[in-house]
């Protein structure tokens, strides 16, 4: 539940707000988003099987977000950051697709 | 979230696989995390690595840390403030992401790399635009000047052709100069003393003439016997009258010279009436003469 009321919260807040994204924070902003919400697929999918922990749900979320957003940077440094930032979203968008099939899996059994 | 973790006891484990197992570090804590017991452990690692068969133990540290984790994670309300405030978050960041990208900033997201050749392009295309403008802007003041000139090489050439067209009588003109009237009551005026009158004339600046009812031009020749002059071949009479526009003052003066005009007409019986007027009119027009032979030397510039 809390989960689900922490994203609707914060879209309400966000659309309400709708404040100006840092410059600095621009590039790393929609890398952070995907990471985190590949975290909160992960932990749906977790639920699901049973084995969520809120731990490690806070870890790899934070993790998620922090790795995705040091490679982008880290890539952004190397001169790579557009490659790297799409290699991201791809692997990241990747994990979701494989955690969105265990979900269905577990919802419609199919 | 504190109610959830129930086995599935008909959930097939082998459907779990997924590409995320090349990457462990990232997403298997969220499946390796089993919290709610070692018995979970087989359901749990075979989610984890679906593909293969993964016996029971689980790795010493995990269950290690989790089985003591169970009881307290479910009523953890520093756990399930974390999970708020970070799902806040993400569904802030996720709406503020969207209406950024929704606000038409597109640039706001690109690259450093992108935007600089994005800027490429556009002061790339600026240059051309620049050039274009600038080449049509000549263009405008050519056609501008053109349009000058050649207004001014018309009224040019008009004056021209006026000028040309009094001097070879091919257009009627008026101005100062004098009326010359030459009576010869015993036709002995000669050729050559009609001549002399034409020659002295244009001598003292005579623009344009006319004799009788002939204008005189470059080509006019005196012929005939006295008494039965002819201009251009057509027979004048006495008296012959002479139109001269001119410097009235200097026209007479070159006629009255001793032994000039007057004088030798005189001398042959004749008389002269100089009569000086502000307009004299020369109407009588040749025709151009168009050179059969002579051609414009244009190498030469004229």
């Known amino acids: 539940m809390i989960p689900i009321l922490g994203l609707a919260v914060g879209i309400v807040l966000g659309l309400v707000f709708d404040p100006t994204v840092p410059l600095w924070l621009q590039p790393y902003l929609p890398i952070a988003v995907v990471a985190a919400l590949d975290a909160v697929f992960g932990g749906f999918r977790a639920r699901l099987d049973g084995i969520f922990d809120a731990k490690v749900f806070v870890i790899s979320f934070v993790s998620n977000v922090v790795v995705a957003a040091l490679v982008v940077f880290l890539g952004d440094q190397l001169g790579v950051g557009a490659q790297l930032s799409t290699a991201v979203v791809v692997v990241l968008g990747i994990r979701i697709f494989g955690n969105a099939a265990a979900i269905r899996r577990h919802v419609f059994r199919a | 979230m ?173 101005g100062p100069g004098l009326v010359m009237t030459i009576r010869d009551p015993e036709g002995r005026v000669r050729v050559a003393d009609l001549l002399d009158a034409v020659q002295e004339l244009r001598g003292a600046g005579a623009e344009t003439m006319q004799i ?43 006629m009255n010279i001793p032994g000039g005009v007057v004088d030798r007409v005189g001398r042959q019986g004749g008389s002269v009436d100089i009569e000086q007027s502000e307009t004299v009119v020369v109407d009588a027009l040749r025709q151009l003469d168009r050179p059969q032979y002579a051609r414009p030397d244009t190498d030469d510039g004229g």
């Open chain 2, 212 to 254: 009788g009812g002939v204008r005189v031009g470059v080509s006019t020749a005196v012929t005939g016997e006295p008494g039965a002059l002819r201009i251009d071949g057509v027979e004048v009479d006495s008296p012959y009258e002479i139109r001269v526009i001119g410097s009235a003052q200097d026209l007479q003066t070159a």
């Open chain 2, 2 to 174: 504190s109610d959830q973790p129930r086995p599935e006891p008909d959930r097939r484990p082998e459907d779990d696989v997924h590409p995320g197992d090349d990457a462990p570090d990232l997403d298997a804590p969220d499946l390796d995390a089993d919290p709610d017991a070692p018995e979970q452990d087989a359901p749990a690692s075979a989610a984890d690595a679906g593909d293969r068969p993964v016996p029971p133990p689980e790795p010493p540290a995990e269950p290690a840390q989790q089985r003591p984790g169970r009881p307290r994670r479910r009523r953890d309300p520093l756990a399930a403030a974390l999970i708020g405030v970070l799902t806040l978050l993400l569904g802030f960041a996720f709406a503020v992401q969207v209406r950024t990208t929704g606000t038409g900033e597109d640039y706001s997201t690109l690259r450093e790399e992108d935007l600089v050749r994005i800027l490429d392009d556009l002061d790339a295309r600026e240059d051309r635009l620049r050039e274009q403008i600038a080449d049509q802007r000549t263009a405008l003041r050519e056609l501008t000047n053109d349009d000058s000139q050649s207004a001014a090489a018309l009224q040019e050439a008009q004056e021209r052709a006026e000028a040309l067209g009094i001097l070879n009588g091919t257009v009627a003109a008026q």
